[in-house]
């Protein structure tokens, strides 16, 4: 007896239209504003300045908010300002 299981997913089902997984100015933005506020704050963490620290942790909120409002405004996957890129 075998345990070999055969897909049942229709022919079409291959073709379907990728999101870009958050591949979107929105996303990018977002994540290089947190990136960025996320070594900021481990190079101040190091270095014992909790102000600094504080700061990057108010930057990386900032970020969060800049990538809502990019999503808001169209530039998200699906926006209509989103412009999708074809992948090879």
């Given at each position: ?11 079409d089902a ?35 300045q ?26 998200g ?12």
């Amino acid at each position: 007896m075998s345990n070999h299981t055969t897909s049942t997913k229709p022919a079409d089902a291959e073709q379907h239209e990728d999101l870009g997984h958050g591949n979107s100015p929105a996303a990018w933005t977002a994540v290089v504003i947190m990136l960025v506020a996320f070594a900021i704050g481990t190079v101040a963490f190091f270095f014992n300045q909790p102000i600094v620290v504080w700061a990057s942790v108010g930057l990386l909120i900032v970020g969060l908010i800049v990538g809502a409002v990019l999503k808001k405004a169209g530039y998200g996957v699906g926006g209509h300002r989103y412009v999708q890129k074809a992948h090879n």
